[in-house]
């Protein structure tokens, strides 16, 4: 038997190869899908509003204003959608600002990893960063954090670049901070700052030289820091106090009762790099005070502490958690043992090519109605829903798993073939959900049906009742939704221009409820796999109030 053609690539990936693996990872799954619930929704919503409004100062969700995050995503985002609008739907030019912050993040940190660990560090910490679970769902939605993890990585590569090059290390660092300031709000700060303040009792870092570069970054920081809040104080001083607010709220936190938690989340949240970098404090446990560990090290324990102190265990707020985790286990991912190096590349081999056959199964039932069971479940869990096959789509996805195939047989012996293995499995199993499945989730995670059909049912002759719709217990995804679909803005409910209104929307669960003495139900919708959310729009029939 002839044995398989080596790839003609070394390991770990460079050049033509690493760019078309990150690209793949990037880019693949930002277009071709409306606003999905939950986050992509919202901060959809949120740009939305930029594009829509007179103020680009406030953000705003539906006409209410949206004060979780600075304006600095949305502000791009926005941008993003004017430049690339007239090509694709607008919502799909806003997500674009997701990959061109993932690029700078994957650059950024690969800047970071050489001047800290040397050349093949860079590309080691980008397989790592595109294998860890986490990231793949968020780095494909709008989402202000990946706007932080390119601030942190541009922030660690300015502190690695400091006692060399103070001058260029302080400004890069200082950006990374005062930007993810902007991107993230306190986030940044809480994650970063702790950084400034403990590098002078680090030794590398005490010199002179490295002195000035700490207080170049302090002094590019402090200005983009100041900025936001300064022209809200100036131009919008409710804001602040609200946005002050929010953040109050965000990080209250029973750090006791949520640290199982925790542990619980990073334990997938964070695979591989968490237990790279497990193995590289083992490994280097006799000199972790040098500057490539003493840094990395440092950035993970003021970032987890915070975690748990001060947030809840979400897996988004885990994010800023992955520079410094990724820059540690940098240094592990090259040196493993023999023995473990074959246990991990054979386990993410199985791991990934059995994933893929499954995807494939599922897409071909879709798609064909074979195997006629798989095609009923997929039929029941979003009823409605008419598959059509993608030519195009199925090609990609069947030169990707054809690729896959030759690397875990052909690819080069080296200490980076289970880092690299990883990496590719995780974009495979990526872009084939994208290509063979991406109709039917966008058909289930989509509210446009839900938006239309509320849109037709609202009267055509009211006197401009229509124009003023109460919305009760509404998500922000939702609001989103009817905003960008079907234009129809709700006004927050128990204020005085809701009690005016109408009409009144209510979300609900899927129990029959009586109609509300002095209102008369209209419509009632859900998106179509749902069982649990309905939304209910009632019509004022007298002026009673309940």
Known sequence: MTALRRLPVTLPLSGAALAALCSLYLFVGLTGHDPWKSEDAVHFGITYGFLTGSDWLVPHLAGEPALDSPPLYY????????????????????????????AVFLAQLASASRRLHGPEAGTTAILISIGCLGLMVPIHDMQPLVALLAASATFYAGLALLPQRPMAGGIEAGLGLGLGFLATGLTALITLAPLLLMLPAHRHWRSSASRKGLLIAWAMALPLIALWPLLLSWRAPEALFAWRTTVAVHFQNNWLTSLPNHAELLAWFAWPALPLAIWALWLH????????????????????????????????????????????????????????????????????????????????????????????????LEPGFVAQGNISAMTLAALLTLVWLWLIFASPRSPWRAVTHWSAGVTLVWVLLISLLLPWIDYGKSYRGVALSLQQSLPSNSTGHAECIAGRDLGGAQRASLHYFAGIVTQVAETPAAAACGFRLEQGDAKNRPTPAGWRKLWEGHRPGDRSERLRLYQRTSKRED
Not at 75 to 102: E, M, V
Not at 298 to 324: H, S, W
Not at 357 to 364: A, R
């Open 285 to 380: 446990r006799h000199r972790l005070s040098e500057p490539a560990l003493a840094l990395p090290i440092a950035g993970t324990a003021t970032t987890l502490l915070a975690l748990i102190f001060l947030y809840g265990p979400r897996p988004l707020q885990t994010l800023p958690l992955l520079v410094p985790l990724v820059l540690l286990a940098t240094t592990g991912a090259g040196r493993l043992q023999r023995g473990a190096t074959n246990a991990f590349d054979w386990f993410g081999m199985m791991t990934f090519t059995l994933a893929a056959g499954l995807i494939w199964l599922g897409g071909i039932a879709m798609i064909f109605g074979i195997p006629a069971k798989i095609a009923h479940n997929f039929a029941k």
């Open 75 to 102: 502000w791009i985002a926005a941008a993003c959608a004017k430049l690339f609008g007239q090509l694709l739907p607008l919502h799909d030019a806003a997500r674009l600002a997701s990959g061109l912050f993932g």
